[in-house]
């Protein structure tokens, strides 16, 4: 990832989505009748096999009720009556033995990743340079995750595998998982699977995480998502599950683009807008052409956009209620720290500013800076484990030395936040940038994360 400067303060109008424009008798428990002088011989009825009940489509069982015998004398509503009420004989077969209160406890099984992959069965093109990849389970299982949640792929290229993690951008609870990918400049797995993934081809997975999400991060109803570029994937998410589930919640949301051509989910968004009244969408365009409004079709709200960037002055008009609401935050790095400093600046209470640790599918970017102080001295690098050792340059990343000799660690999310590089430094030292994931033991017994720790000397280490 790359970092950029704090954007400066330019004067803005507000760009606004307008939804506008974008079996047995029921008299068996009776007593029977009084009997008369004169008895009637009594006669039995037909017997009569009543058809079973059909199973609800949403529920199977291989269970069935034992066929059931009740015989019945009497059974007549009149207790004046002089005869005996005609004895009746009554026989049920097959009833299911579900009760109510078991069907709420039948859930569908969740997704393994361990053990199913997943398949596409959708592409969808969002803009020029991004796409979603809807995802089904081999075994039809149902997605089990928090909104805000990444996954990590493990794409193989040329016999190696790779993984990355993305952001789910589609809701918890479906049997579709939808992942929205941007390419990224020299990325190497995002842009593979932009050009060669296919419906019908599958991957392997790893375990859905992510300390980024509107189940764990506590919240208030009023709320104001804010992203960037392909960083509204988390955020989506977390809008369309609240908007589902709250219906008390009172979603502002802010997206910025650099141009018309480039806002992810411009139609998915206008839809939630004229469905949910709770819910406001504003869009802020760094580069256009002047003022102009258009829209996906006349059946559709429009979108109004002008020049303009992120700015305190910005944020102040838009949201004059910013201090009651909870803020989730997704984008560029620089963008995100220049929103965190507005927030700051406007004494908002941070305990309420929540925001992702990483730009989704950034691919190398992140290493590249962190390695940028490496100088030309080499170091000893010592994995035990798998016979390595070797001689790296001094100050380059943990996990690029890693993987360059051979050493099977992970590096998903590349950015500090999964936790899947995670190894334990048995000698020497490394400079860490992140410790997201890490517990205070892990760290005082010498664990850190590969993708987010440069070589400082001579090291030996150990993968967790």
């Known amino acids: 990832m790359s970092s950029s400067n704090t954007p400066s303060s330019p004067v803005l109008k507000p760009l606004k989505l307008n939804s506008s424009g974008l079996g047995q008798?029921?008299?068996?428990?009776?007593?029977?009748?009084?009997?008369?002088?004169?008895?009637?011989?009594?006669?039995?009825?037909?017997?009569?096999?009543?058809?079973?009940?059909?199973?609800?489509?949403?529920?199977s069982t291989s269970k069935l009720s034992p066929p059931k015998l009740n015989f019945t004398l009497g059974g007549s509503s009149s207790k004046n009556s002089s005869k005996?009420?005609?004895?009746?004989?009554?026989?049920?077969?097959?009833?299911?033995?579900?009760?109510?209160?078991?069907?709420?406890?039948?859930?569908?099984?969740?997704?393994?990743?361990?053990?199913?992959?997943?398949?596409l069965v959708k592409r969808e093109l969002e803009t020029h340079d991004s796409m979603s990849f809807t995802f089904a389970a081999?075994?039809?299982?149902?997605?089990?995750?928090?909104?805000?949640?990444?996954?990590?792929?493990?794409?193989?290229?040329?016999?190696?595998?790779?993984?990355?993690?993305?952001?789910?951008?589609?809701?918890?609870?479906?049997?579709?998982?939808?992942?929205?990918?941007?390419?990224?400049?020299?990325g190497l797995v995002s842009n593979w699977l932009a050009d060669n993934l296919s419906i019908g081809d599958s991957l392997s997975a790893l375990n859905i995480a992510g300390q980024f999400n509107s189940t764990d991060c506590t919240h208030k109803s009023k709320l104001l998502l804010i992203s960037a570029g392909c960083g509204i994937t988390p955020v989506m998410s977390i809008a369309k599950t609240l908007l589902a589930q709250d219906s008390d919640a009172d979603i502002e949301f802010l997206h910025c683009a650099r141009d018309k051509d480039n806002v992810i989910f411009h139609d998915e968004m206008q839809t939630l807008l004229a469905q949910h009244k709770n819910f406001n969408v504003q869009l802020l365009l760094e580069n256009s052409d002047g003022f102009a409004s258009f829209s996906a079709n006349t059946d559709n709200p429009s979108l109004s956009h002008q020049t303009g960037m992120v700015s305190s002055e910005v944020i102040q008009q838009l949201y004059p209620d910013l201090n009651q609401r909870t803020i989730f935050l997704c984008g560029p790095v620089?963008?995100?720290?220049?929103v965190e400093n507005i927030a700051q600046e406007s004494d908002f209470d941070m305990a309420n500013f929540f925001q992702e640790s990483f730009t989704p599918a950034a691919d190398n970017t992140q290493q590249e800076q962190i390695s940028s102080g490496a100088t030309a001295?080499?170091?000893?690098?010592?994995?035990p484990d798998f016979a390595v050792e070797a001689e790296v340059i001094q100050g380059s990343l943990l996990l690029d030395a890693l993987e360059k000799h051979g050493v099977p660690v992970i590096g998903a999310c590349r950015a500090?936040?999964?936790?899947?590089?995670?190894?334990?430094?048995?000698?020497?030292?490394?400079?860490?940038?992140?410790?997201?994931?890490?517990?205070?033991?892990?760290?005082?017994?010498?664990?850190?994360?590969?993708?987010?720790?440069?070589?400082?000397?001579?090291?030996?280490?150990?993968?967790?």
Request: charged content about 20%.
């Open 334 to 338: 620089g963008f995100m720290k220049a």
């Open 138 to 186: 081999a075994d039809q299982a149902q997605f089990d995750f928090k909104p805000g949640q990444f996954v990590t792929l493990a794409v193989n290229i040329d016999d190696k595998t790779h993984y990355r993690a993305y952001s789910i951008s589609s809701v918890p609870q479906q049997k579709q998982l939808r992942l929205t990918i941007k390419r990224v400049p020299d």
């Open 416 to 464: 500090g936040v999964c936790g899947s590089c995670k190894c334990k430094v048995t000698k020497g030292s490394v400079k860490s940038t992140s410790t997201e994931t890490l517990t205070a033991a892990e760290i005082e017994q010498g664990f850190v994360l590969a993708c987010s720790s440069t070589v400082e000397g001579d090291l030996a280490v150990a993968l967790s």
């Open 377 to 383: 001295t080499s170091v000893m690098l010592h994995v």
């Open 25 to 59: 008798s029921a008299t068996s428990k009776e007593q029977p009748a009084p009997v008369s002088s004169k008895l009637q011989e009594p006669t039995l009825s037909t017997l009569k096999l009543s058809t079973p009940k059909p199973l609800s489509p949403k529920l």
């Open 84 to 119: 005996l009420a005609t004895p009746k004989l009554n026989f049920s077969l097959g009833e299911t033995i579900t009760k109510p209160n078991d069907i709420k406890s039948l859930k569908p099984a969740a997704w393994s990743p361990s053990t199913t992959p997943l398949v």
